[in-house]
């Protein structure tokens, strides 16, 4: 089975930086993925991470650390527009399948940006 | 662009009703998921499948059933609607391999009276 954890919530202000972090215990890791989902839409996919360190995507930068079981996504230059949820989701390796995409989800971490 | 249909927003159903969800995709992809999102909990996977009639029970697959006929659409059932299962139902499909993620649906939330 899997665990995943991360935070509630969080607020930030315009213009600053803020750190989600995400933990997990799971039994066949193939990889971590960041969704945004703004209330009342499809989450949308961010960011993708299965070796170690950083990825950079413009605002956006994800990191992983597979012995920690530990990944965080950093939201830099805040706007009002990224008011919404974050999710961060885990990629099974499955039996049947070699390449199976089984993807299970944390709670989501509902980011409020104030002016 | 990737796109993954829901055939309904919002449905109202009577409790003990026979619902089904439809969930249509246009990418060829091999994986299709129905996913319930309920405040507090997030996503939860109810069932997936890999291929036509291949299906995969999730962690929450208690009074659902799903039905993949064909490639592209994938149908979740429920046999005798219960005030529980009112919820958000999200449909997603990805590629069976490689390093790529899934594309959602924008959601049918389903209310069971």
């Known amino acids: 089975g899997q665990n995943i954890d991360q935070p509630t919530e969080m607020t930030a202000t315009e213009g600053a930086i803020v750190q989600i972090n995400c933990t997990y215990q799971?039994?066949?890791?193939?990889?971590l993925f960041w969704y945004q989902q703004h209330a009342g839409e499809a989450p949308t996919f961010l960011s993708y991470?299965?070796?170690?360190g950083l990825e950079e995507k413009g605002r956006f930068s994800s990191f992983l650390s597979r012995s920690k079981g530990y990944s965080y996504l950093l939201l830099k230059e805040l706007q009002m527009k990224d008011s919404a949820s974050y999710l961060c989701a885990v990629r099974d390796l499955w039996e049947i399948k070699a390449a199976g995409n089984k993807l299970t989800f944390g709670g989501g971490t509902r980011v409020l940006v104030k002016p | 662009d990737v796109k993954v249909t829901q055939s309904s927003r919002y449905l109202v159903k009577r409790t003990g009703e026979k619902v089904f969800l439809e969930c249509v995709q246009d990418?060829?992809?091999?994986?299709m998921f129905w996913y319930r999102q309920d405040p507090g909990l997030g996503l939860r996977l109810i069932y997936f499948s890999y291929d036509v009639k291949m299906k995969e029970k999730g962690d929450i697959p208690e009074g659902y059933s799903v039905s993949r006929e064909k490639k592209e659409r994938f149908s979740l059932i429920l046999e005798s609607a219960s005030t529980n299962q009112t919820s958000m139902y999200l449909c997603a499909s990805s590629f069976l391999s490689g390093n790529t993620e899934a594309f959602f649906g924008q959601g049918t939330r389903l209310t069971v009276v």
């Open positions: 799971t039994s066949g890791f193939n990889g």
């Open positions: 990418m060829d992809h091999e994986n």
């Open positions: 991470n299965v070796l170690d």
